[in-house]
């Protein structure tokens, strides 16, 4: 008898592949020329600053969406429903906190499922039903056994030292560029750093972007899997999609500043441009994932 | 290659772990002679139903299936938060009976590619003076913990732990007491 009806899709995992793939070519391009024209110093000091957030990326994300841990006692439905779907998964049983918001949200981090929170705001808990929040925390666990955190902050890596490095160059270039006027060759290499940079960052921020829509796809399809309820996950997307759309999820780490580069025009006519810059997939897509699921459970093992 | 599924989001199916159950009956006796805590005959199988016609079908036929030996028939129960309890009930020395068709529900599921749905499997116990406990089976894991409450959503950790250190040497007991959940209003209990 056939086992399990919980297949792969191997185009995900074959797509992310290579988008990590990429990230990784373009690591490798922006730090040989960092290497060679300036030193290792910028590499260790942004890494050191990620590797920072990383670290405490649990009390980061909690502070900043003011999150508090609550007990089984303060919230024994929140704690159950997590108890359970850990119970399914086989996983430690992350911190949970809640948020007191009414913006319909939910967030899991940290740097290890071992050092993991799950955060639900008071809003989606307002709207949502029971098997509908159990779907979305469900997809938040996945996050956490997926190591998104870490994988998403090694994925920013190369995005943060391009666009640090087009600064450093771009201001070296106007202050330091006059005291060197008579050094030969010194404008052209600045120009080099800043074409790469700028270029790499293009690429990256792409690619992260990419790389962070397949994740949200990879977690609504393990979440799924999870509870065998795909419709409660979906029904729970659609509830809150409506409510999302209005509320800027515009990140820190997207303040950069060549966000302006991306709105030329050079993109294929039948190409949405906020399909690609988005984080999180479109509503459709997710939904239709969700369906396949709901179908594959009922096929005969 | 853990590190390797989890860069590229791949999710394992988690597989359970039917074999302990089987030890139960021992500890049964153990738990008789050092503690006075003695079987219920009751005995329930927790699992997440998944949506879809597939599931009702096997749920179905796991139904006919204990209901076919002529015994008490099996009683279904959705609690809150949406798993299915089935709850067999046996003559209070028929623990390897019960046990045998608790296993039978699992290995049935499991068959039938619907093993992660396996929450946990409950053997009710009695201690001394009308006081319930449960030992609780975790798939996932293949261990054991046991589960007392005391009145609403409290738990008679004393009597819990006075039960681990009994069926220590027989079971695989849970070490990491953060598993130990609460099944508050099981049946079986």
Same mark, same amino acid.
């Given at each position: 008898?056939?086992?399990?009806?919980?297949?792969?899709?191997?185009?995900?995992?074959?797509?992310?592949?290579?988008?990590?793939?990429?990230?990784?070519?373009?690591?490798?391009?922006?730090?040989?020329?960092?290497?060679?024209? +300036?030193?290792?110093?910028?590499?260790?000091?942004?890494?050191?600053?990620?590797? %920072?957030?990383?670290?405490?990326?649990?009390?980061?994300?909690?502070?900043?969406?003011?999150?508090?841990?609550?007990?089984?006692?303060? *919230?024994?439905?929140?704690?159950?429903?997590?108890?359970?779907?850990?119970?399914?998964?086989?996983?430690?049983?992350?911190?949970?906190?809640?948020?007191?918001?009414?913006?319909?949200?939910?967030?899991?981090?940290?740097?290890?499922?071992?050092?993991?929170?799950?955060?639900?705001?008071?809003?989606?808990?307002?709207?949502?039903?029971?098997?509908?929040?159990?779907?979305?925390?469900?997809?938040?666990?996945?996050?956490?056994?997926?190591?998104?955190?870490?994988?998403?902050?090694?994925? $920013?890596?190369? &995005?943060?030292?391009?666009?640090?490095? @087009?600064?450093?160059?771009?201001?070296?270039?106007? +202050? &330091?560029?006059?005291?060197?006027?008579?050094?030969?060759?010194?404008?052209?290499?600045?120009?080099?750093?800043?074409?790469?940079?700028?270029?790499?960052?293009?690429?990256?921020?792409? !690619?992260?972007?990419?790389?962070?829509?397949?994740?949200?796809?990879?977690?609504?399809?393990?979440?799924?899997?999870?509870?065998?309820? #795909?419709?409660? !996950? *979906?029904?729970?997307?659609?509830?809150?999609?409506?409510?999302?759309?209005?509320?800027?999820?515009?990140?820190?780490?997207?303040?950069?500043?060549?966000?302006?580069?991306?709105?030329?025009? *050079?993109? *294929?006519?039948?190409?949405?441009?906020?399909?690609?810059?988005?984080?999180?997939?479109?509503?459709?897509?997710?939904?239709?994932?969700?369906?396949?699921?709901?179908?594959?459970?009922?096929?005969?093992? | 290659?853990?590190?390797?599924?989890?860069?590229?989001?791949?999710?394992?199916?988690?597989?359970?772990?039917?074999?302990?159950?089987?030890? =139960?009956?021992? $500890? /049964?006796?153990?738990?008789? $002679?050092?503690?006075?805590?003695? #079987? @219920?005959?009751?005995?329930? %199988?927790?699992?997440?139903?998944?949506?879809?016609?597939? +599931?009702?079908?096997?749920?179905?036929?796991?139904?006919?299936?204990?209901?076919?030996?002529? &015994?008490?028939?099996?009683?279904?129960?959705?609690?809150?938060?949406?798993?299915?309890? !089935?709850?067999?009930?046996?003559?209070?020395?028929?623990?390897?009976?019960?046990?045998?068709?608790?296993?039978?529900?699992?290995?049935?599921?499991?068959?039938?590619?619907? /093993?992660?749905?396996?929450?946990?499997?409950?053997?009710?116990?009695?201690?001394?003076?009308?006081?319930?406990?449960?030992?609780?089976?975790?798939?996932?894991?293949?261990?054991?913990?046991?589960?007392?409450?005391?009145?609403?959503?409290?738990?008679?950790?004393?009597?819990?732990?006075?039960?681990?250190? $009994?069926?220590?040497?027989? =079971? #695989?007991?849970?070490?990491?007491?953060?598993?130990?959940?609460?099944?508050? &209003?099981?049946?079986? !209990?």
């Amino acid at each position: 008898m056939a086992s399990s009806r919980y297949l792969p899709d191997r185009g995900l995992t074959a797509r992310m592949g290579g988008t990590i793939f990429l990230l990784g070519a373009l690591f490798v391009v922006l730090g040989s020329v960092l290497v060679y024209y +300036f030193s290792y110093w910028g590499v260790i000091f942004i890494g050191g600053f990620l590797v %920072v957030q990383w670290f405490y990326s649990d009390r980061i994300a909690l502070f900043s969406m003011g999150g508090r841990e609550v007990t089984p006692e303060e *919230a024994p439905q929140l704690h159950a429903i997590v108890d359970r779907l850990c119970a399914l998964a086989d996983m430690p049983k992350p911190k949970v906190a809640i948020a007191d918001t009414d913006v319909p949200n939910a967030f899991a981090t940290g740097r290890s499922p071992q050092r993991a929170v799950v955060c639900a705001t008071t809003g989606i808990m307002r709207r949502l039903d029971e098997r509908e929040l159990e779907g979305v925390l469900s997809h938040e666990l996945s996050h956490v056994a997926h190591r998104d955190v870490t994988v998403m902050t090694l994925a $920013a890596f190369v &995005g943060v030292l391009a666009g640090f490095l @087009t600064r450093m160059a771009l201001y070296s270039g106007m +202050f &330091g560029g006059r005291r060197n006027n008579n050094d030969n060759g010194g404008a052209p290499i600045i120009l080099i750093i800043t074409l790469v940079s700028v270029i790499v960052y293009a690429l990256s921020f792409l !690619l992260t972007r990419t790389l962070s829509r397949y994740r949200e796809l990879a977690a609504d399809r393990a979440g799924a899997f999870l509870t065998g309820q #795909p419709s409660a !996950l *979906a029904s729970a997307l659609v509830k809150i999609s409506g409510e999302m759309g209005r509320i800027p999820t515009k990140d820190l780490r997207q303040a950069e500043p060549f966000n302006a580069f991306f709105f030329t025009p *050079a993109i *294929a006519p039948g190409f949405s441009i906020s399909s690609l810059f988005s984080t999180h997939p479109s509503l459709e897509k997710r939904l239709d994932q969700l369906g396949r699921i709901s179908a594959q459970l009922n096929n005969p093992a | 290659m853990k590190w390797l599924d989890a860069a590229l989001g791949r999710s394992k199916e988690t597989k359970p772990n039917l074999d302990s159950l089987f030890a =139960l009956p021992d $500890a /049964a006796v153990t738990l008789q $002679a050092a503690m006075s805590v003695r #079987p @219920t005959g009751r005995g329930a %199988v927790c699992f997440r139903a998944a949506e879809g016609a597939a +599931f009702s079908q096997v749920q179905g036929d796991l139904q006919q299936l204990l209901d076919a030996d002529g &015994g008490p028939k099996v009683e279904v129960s959705t609690d809150s938060y949406g798993f299915t309890w !089935l709850l067999v009930t046996h003559e209070q020395d028929e623990l390897p009976a019960l046990v045998t068709e608790l296993h039978a529900v699992n290995s049935t599921l499991q068959d039938n590619g619907f /093993a992660p749905a396996l929450l946990c499997s409950l053997v009710g116990f009695e201690a001394q003076g009308d006081r319930p406990v449960g030992l609780v089976y975790l798939y996932k894991r293949g261990t054991f913990y046991p589960f007392a409450p005391k009145g609403p959503e409290m738990r008679d950790n004393t009597l819990e732990l006075q039960v681990r250190a $009994a069926v220590g040497a027989d =079971l #695989p007991i849970e070490p990491d007491l953060a598993r130990w959940f609460p099944v508050w &209003g099981a049946p079986g !209990l």
